[in-house]
């Protein structure tokens, strides 16, 4: 492919970057991928929802994904560390939810799969190529990048889509990146053999549990494997010593509960971290630029919804491409509409996280009630549904009332963080499902 035949160029092949460009492919555009990797390649963030389902099928991508046997993941448990509460939530059991599982994924094969289906659909995908910098003028983008060999070459697109994730290539150029100033977290993670796991078709569930000021993944990737990981504020894993292995089984013995399901737990490789991912981009677009998936900003991992996130963004960011390559314009207005659609789907989850960290929200979310249909409205959050329906919307914004209205006159009761003095006390929770 010579300089100038290209209609877009997509740094990165992540989730996002693969969607997007089998969107563009598929619409019959001509689409380059440089990616730094050599996939597979290790990635973090392998608890999907349900609404991915149909991304996948839109893309065509389903079947090699199905033939790829991922677990199925049917709900999402929360539940306090000390083991006094627990709630499951069942997706097929929500009023509105349309997609009723999602699967759990280790992403060096997940991610494969989805840059094998891109390259499938016609996009030319260069893998352990690193994009340096980019300059946009009025008719299109001038990209240097680092071939596999280390000699520097140039590309001419019209248009540039960043996937790079975290790599946040064009928002680092632009100084657009702003990290969130409250959230400093880091996370602190493996992949385990043995860990004790629920029966029957809980096998598969995703388990967060919370503790006062931190939390914990507990993610079933096969029926040897499940990826354990603990999210904790940077300063205070500053003061700890030792190995990772060692710190991280020091808390994993904070929780009667993580400490029951990991007691015959082997760490397989090595544990990793990975901190200050909670950010955002100041603009999501600029001049024929597109930004999409984690390099247009990522929260927190507790709903599970970045991988979601990065496919729908790469999804509608691709089709605003589409528009301004059919029409043979510069794509603004399109583009302007897709940051309003991004940035208020991103911001919902931001809402959604800021609360999930305090008491009154952990009050409702664990003791559900069914009112007006609320643990049908979570429910449908938890499944990824971010562009909500007036009967999501509202039932939400109750919630959020309710929360408020929680945090000064208790309408559940009080949830305690505090450790159970016994530790056989609370090993084995009791759990509402909703
Ligand atoms: P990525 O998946 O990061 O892909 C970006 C790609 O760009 C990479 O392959 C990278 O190599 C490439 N790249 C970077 N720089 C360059 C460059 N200069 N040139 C060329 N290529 C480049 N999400 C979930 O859905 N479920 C979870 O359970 C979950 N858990 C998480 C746990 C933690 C601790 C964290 C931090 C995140 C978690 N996430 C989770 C979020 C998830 O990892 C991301 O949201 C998701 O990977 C974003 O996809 P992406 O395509 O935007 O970016």
Redesign the pocket.
């Known amino acids: 492919m010579s300089a100038n035949q290209i209609d877009v160029l997509i ?7 693969s969607s997007a460009a089998t969107f563009l492919a598929r619409a019959g555009k001509r689409v380059l991928v ?4 050599v996939f597979p ?1 290790f ?7 349900p609404y991915n389902h149909a991304i996948f099928r839109e893309m065509g991508v389903l079947p090699a994904l199905q033939a790829a046997g991922f677990p199925r993941k049917l709900a999402a448990q929360f539940h306090l560390g000390n083991g006094s509460l627990g709630t499951r939530f069942v997706f097929k059991d929500g009023k509105f939810t349309r997609e009723p599982e999602a699967i759990q994924v280790e992403r060096a094969v997940f ?1 494969h799969v989805l840059l094998k289906h891109a390259r499938g659909c016609g996009a030319d995908v260069r893998e352990g ?3 340096q910098r980019f300059e946009s003028d009025a008719t299109g983008v001038t990209v240097q990048a680092l071939a596999p060999d280390g000699a520097a070459h140039s590309f001419r697109a019209a248009f540039l889509i960043d ?5 946040n ?1 064009t928002g680092n150029q632009e100084g657009t990146r702003i990290v969130h100033p409250k959230w400093r977290k880091l ?1 602190l ?1 493996g992949h385990f053999t043995d860990v004790e796991l629920d029966p029957g078709e809980a096998v598969t569930d995703t388990h967060i549990v919370r503790l006062d000021n931190k939390w914990f ?1 507990i ?1 079933p990737l096969s029926p040897e494997k499940t990826s354990v ?1 603990l ?1 904790i504020d940077k300063d205070e894993f500053a003061q700890e010593k030792g190995s990772l292995e060692e710190i991280f089984r020091r808390w994993v013995d904070t929780s009667v509960l993580v400490k029951r399901r990991m007691r015959n737990a082997h760490l397989t490789g090595t544990m990793r971290t ?1 901190a200050d ?1 909670s950010y955002y981009n100041r603009t999501l677009v600029s001049k024929r630029l597109v930004r ?4 247009a900003g ?1 929260m927190d ?1 507790i709903f ?7 496919m729908w963004s790469g999804k509608i960011g691709a089709e605003a491409v589409i528009k301004a390559l059919d029409a043979g314009n510069d794509g603004k207005r399109g583009f302007r509409k897709y940051e309003k659609r991004v940035r208020t789907g991103m911001m919902f989850y931001w809402k959604v996280v800021e609360n999930y960290y305090t008491t009154p929200f952990m009050e409702l979310f664990l003791q559900p009630r069914d009112h007006y249909d609320l643990p049908s409205a979570v429910i449908e959050v938890l499944a990824g549904h971010v562009e909500g329906h007036w009967a999501l919307r509202w039932r939400l914004a109750y919630f959020f009332l309710l929360v408020k209205i929680q945090a000064r006159f208790p309408l559940v009761p009080r949830i305690s963080f505090a450790q159970p003095k016994t530790s056989a006390a609370k090993d084995t929770p009791h759990v509402t499902t909703v």
């Not at 599970?304 to 990065?310: E, N, P, T, Y």
């Open positions: 740094i990165g092949g992540g989730p996002g970057g440089l990616e730094k990797e390649r990635h973090i963030g392998e608890s999907l929802l991610d190529w690193t994009v996937a790079s994730g975290r790599g290539v996370a993670f993944w993610i990981g999210v990975t991912f999409v998936g984690d390099a990522f991992p599970s919804a970045g991988v979601f996130l990065a």
